[in-house]
């Protein structure tokens, strides 16, 4: 579970499905509410006493492609978020997210958007508007290179090393990083430029989450639904 006082935890939730006052809203995926746990001694797990559902979003389990975005965006949290490292800024944008989605068709655009902003809560996010050698910013158009690793692009002049980013992808991807995700409802790219810009966000995240996503697995088998 990731909570806004907690960060992230793990509890066991004795007769979870025998009991309907502790749990009577259920223990599902993407569910929030109000947890009470309790340390367990000489235990990693929390014992969590009940939970309060305050938003079950119901509508992530009707639709495969709001399914499939919700669970990436979980587990996106699970892999990067630190254990008992409370982040409120990252809880409340997993939860807008969830809002969001239940209540609007699943996009690409709000998923990179989602991505990207979760990584920059995290201290992880790349810079798109400069050279990392030389600090140049009149990039406008031009096509850099994008090195994962370091975190950043390289201009024409500076590239060594790097996957090519073509300008409009650079410019998509630096908007994407301010948005809000009410502001990426209101966007749509061209299926190239959505293909580009998923691409590069894919390899920076390969960079930060170790082993393969199973959430990931199953959107690229679904046709469609980025």
């Keep these: ?120 809560r995290l201290g992880l996010g790349p810079s798109w508007d400069r050279c990392m050698a030389c600090g140049r910013t009149d990039l406008v158009d031009e096509t850099v290179r994008f090195h994962p690793a370091a975190g950043g692009i390289y201009c024409a002049h500076c590239a060594r090393v790097g996957d090519l980013l073509t300008g409009s992808a650079r410019q998509a991807l630096d908007r994407f990083a301010c948005m809000t995700l009410a502001d990426a409802d209101a966007v749509s790219l061209d299926r190239d430029l959505a293909t580009g810009c998923r691409r590069v966000v894919l390899a920076l995240l390969r960079e930060h989450v170790h082993g393969p996503l199973r959430s990931l697995d199953f959107i690229e088998k679904m046709s469609g639904l980025r």
């Design 1 to 120: 579970m990731l909570g806004r006082q907690t960060g992230l935890v793990s509890a066991l939730a004795r007769s979870a499905r025998k009991s309907t006052r502790r749990f009577a809203g259920g223990l599902g995926m993407a569910m929030a509410g109000e947890a009470k746990l309790q340390e367990r001694p000489n235990a990693e797990l929390l014992a969590l006493e009940s939970f309060d559902v305050y938003a079950d979003h119901p509508q992530l389990a009707t639709d495969v492609a709001k399914t499939a975005h919700a669970a990436y965006a979980v587990e996106l949290c699970d892999r990067l978020c630190a254990v008992r490292h409370p982040d409120f800024l990252v809880f409340d944008w997993l939860e807008e997210f969830l809002a969001r989605l239940d209540a609007h068709a699943a996009t690409a655009e709000r998923l990179r958007v989602f991505e990207l902003g979760l990584l920059g």
